[in-house]
């Protein structure tokens, strides 16, 4: 029985992963709460001792100075010890798999679906737990079915129930680990991943640097024939990743983030990290993307707003401000600099802030402002009696 209870003792340690001092103290635990059922009959007064002597097997139970014997633990007090013994064990486990996955935050993990939900996607972890993930959290190129093999980024380990891990395929950290897995260079620290801008299920920006000279940070992550980036692509189910070398210079650093729009001036502002980029009409759709997609996620990897605007939309904006008789080519090109590229926007205004610009003061900025409210309420008027003229009289 001893050497039984020894073996019992290492299968479940070996099986659930749990620690042999832990498992002593639930079963000592266990036939303390069996033992007080029977000294409740017997010798309810007494004090009840548990010994176990986890080298050789034994164990003594005490009622006050009386030791029980196994014949009388009855049939209600072994279950009682059985169902502490469960429940304990089941308790440890949780406690174990919360600790396990909790150190896993911000890492990737494999698992297999064996639920879809109307709100989530429930993986299988290796078989030791499951995790979820909240439709919030899948990218939109993701279909799954039941039994399909998935890599997901541990985005929270919540103390509920025992473990509740919540996964995540939208995550930018999701790229940064695939890259690490794929890239020996980033896994060994040669090269560094500087920032990451990710719109899920449509494109990524990933800005790297090397450590190494001789090492091409950009090389290292594409990989021979494109064979790296490619696995990651295929992980992501087709997402489109731009890799951009990362520089000191932050000019440098927004044209390659821009690419591959050719930049024809940068200006910039660095106490607000403002940059206004400036670029030939052709260039301008390329820069800004799809729904500002580009544009927008080359903001968010280099930490500035960036504003691009063509040439020749800056020259006729100008043009269009000079219309004012209270303005110069030079106070023109400022306004437009600071936003108000249109007589629109210079009539709603507050010119308490247009008199902050270089170049315009108080007095000038609410010459403007009245200057282009009457320009405005001028050319509605005439707008609408073109329109009564137009409208043919019932009779």
């Not at 502490?84 to 909790?102: G, T």
């Not at 494999?110 to 996607?121: D, I, N, Q, S, T």
């Not at 992980?235 to 024809?264: M, Q, T």
Request: proline share 2%.
């Amino acid at each position: 029985m001893k050497k039984e209870f020894l073996s019992i003792i290492a299968q479940l340690e070996r099986e659930k992963g749990l620690d042999k001092d832990v498992l002593m103290e639930t079963v000592r635990c266990a036939l303390t709460v069996a033992a007080k059922k029977i000294a409740k009959a017997s010798s309810p007064e007494e004090e009840v001792k548990v010994e176990i002597d986890d080298k050789k097997g034994n164990i003594k139970v005490y009622i006050g100075d009386r030791e029980v014997t196994s014949e009388e633990f009855g049939r209600i007090a072994a279950q009682t010890a059985r169902q502490v013994i469960i429940q304990k064990i089941r308790e440890a486990e949780k406690d174990n798999i919360y600790s396990e996955y909790k150190e896993k935050e911000g890492s990737i993990v494999g698992g297999v679906v064996y639920r879809l939900e109307k709100r989530a996607v429930i993986l299988d972890l290796m078989g030791k737990t499951e995790g979820i993930m909240p439709k919030s959290f899948v990218s939109p190129l993701d279909k799954f079915k039941m039994g399909d093999r998935v890599k997901a980024y541990v985005h929270e380990v919540k103390r509920e129930r025992g473990a509740q891990i919540i996964l995540s395929r939208r995550s930018p950290g999701l790229v940064k680990k695939l890259f690490q897995l794929e890239v020996p260079e980033i896994a060994e620290g040669i090269v560094e991943i500087k920032s990451i801008a990710r719109q899920a299920g449509e494109r990524t920006k990933i800005a790297v640097s090397s450590k190494e000279e001789k090492v091409d940070c950009v090389g290292a992550c594409v990989g021979i024939r494109g064979s790296r980036v490619k696995n990651i692509i295929e992980e992501l189910r087709g997402e489109k990743i731009d890799i951009v070398r990362w520089s000191e210079d932050i000019k440098e650093y927004i044209k390659a983030a821009l690419s591959p729009a050719v930049i024809s001036m940068i200006e910039l502002d660095r106490e607000n990290r403002r940059a206004k980029v400036q670029l030939n009409s052709d260039q301008l759709s390329i820069a800004i993307g799809k729904r500002g997609q580009n544009v927008r996620l080359a903001s968010e990897l280099i930490g500035w707003e960036i504003d691009v605007r063509s040439k020749e939309s800056i020259e006729e904006a100008v043009k269009d401000l000079q219309k004012l008789k209270s303005l110069g080519p030079k106070a023109a090109e400022s306004l437009v600099d600071a936003g108000y590229n249109s007589l629109n926007l210079l009539a709603r205004a507050e010119s308490e802030k247009l008199a902050k610009l270089k170049g315009i003061g108080k007095k000038k900025a609410k010459k403007i402002v009245e200057e282009a409210e009457k320009i405005i309420a001028s050319a509605e008027d005439k707008k609408a009696s073109e329109n009564s003229k137009n409208t043919p009289e019932v009779s």
